[in-house]
């Protein structure tokens, strides 16, 4: 088989919705640092109906495609409405071709590159389970984020561990890594779209016996996020309602 069209190793989905003032040096950064692995990784940048001159300005700022060493970074995917980042990932992960883990990052640059590869690396040396980034403030590991979203994660991990999960501590941090069977066995059950996309993909996973191992990792805080603590809370409320509901059986 021609070794450019042997499947990568891993699909690595970036969703960016208006993403132009952080996306590309992350994405540049991350290019860099996955290049000089000893596999191969496609980095998928999925944009979710971004305003038109917001993804006039990433095109420019970033060039696509280009390959880098083991590392390919196709044109970007461009969605026509923006749906939410779980449309977005999943709509990356249908163009993932056979590769043996599909994953995603979220775009605002918060998860270092080193730690995106750290991880690659480890589900190479766990390749019967699912890796789900977590931010857990520890000895060793840097955790910076504002008061605010500590308190709007605390709120929705306890009312994910008293309802669905109680082993769970952080199902939102936004890099996840799926061993391509897992991610076949669980697909068609996936339906949030927004950002509990996340904890859907968790109960999937838990759902069908597929084990998931939580990693604690460096996660730095960048400005401009599009989280709301209100808005946010309610809504993430009413996803683990919905999430249980959908789950019972199992739950």
Same mark, same amino acid.
């Given at each position: 088989?021609? /070794? ?6 891993? !699909?690595?989905?970036?969703?960016? &919705?208006?993403?132009? #003032?952080?996306?590309?040096? &992350?994405?540049?950064?991350?290019? /860099? ?60 992960? +249908?163009?993932?071709? #056979? ?9 605002? #640059? ?14 190479? +040396?766990?390749?019967? !389970? ?41 199902? +939102? ?35 069908? +016996? ?13 400005? #401009? ?27």
């Amino acid at each position: 088989m021609n /070794e450019d069209a042997r499947p990568p190793d891993f !699909f690595l989905v970036i969703p960016s &919705y208006n993403e132009s #003032g952080r996306l590309p040096a &992350y994405l540049s950064s991350l290019l /860099e640092n996955l290049s000089a692995l000893p596999f191969s990784t496609v980095v998928r940048v999925v944009d979710d109906g971004s305003d038109t001159g917001d993804l006039e300005s990433l095109k420019k700022m970033q060039r696509f495609p280009q390959t880098t060493g083991n590392c390919k970074c196709p044109a970007i995917l461009e969605l026509p409405k923006n749906l939410g980042k779980g449309n977005a990932i999943l709509e990356g992960w +249908q163009s993932s071709g #056979g590769a043996a883990w599909v994953a995603f990052v979220d775009a605002d #640059g918060s998860i270092p590159p080193e730690e995106v590869c750290r991880l690659f690396q480890l589900a190479r +040396q766990n390749p019967g !389970f699912s890796l789900f980034a977590s931010r857990v403030k520890m000895l060793g590991r840097k955790v910076e984020r504002k008061f605010s979203r500590h308190l709007l994660g605390r709120f929705f991990a306890a009312m994910v561990g008293c309802s669905i999960c109680p082993d769970i501590y952080d199902s +939102q941090c936004g890099f996840k890594i799926i061993p391509r069977e897992h991610y076949n066995r669980i697909s068609t059950l996936l339906t949030e779209r927004k950002f509990a996309f996340d904890l859907d993909l968790l109960m999937a996973l838990l759902s069908n +016996q597929l084990p998931v191992i939580e990693v604690p990792i460096d996660w730095l805080e960048r400005k #401009g996020s599009k989280v709301k603590v209100l808005r946010d809370s309610l809504a993430l409320a009413a996803s683990v309602l919905r999430l249980k509901r959908k789950y019972q059986p199992w739950t």
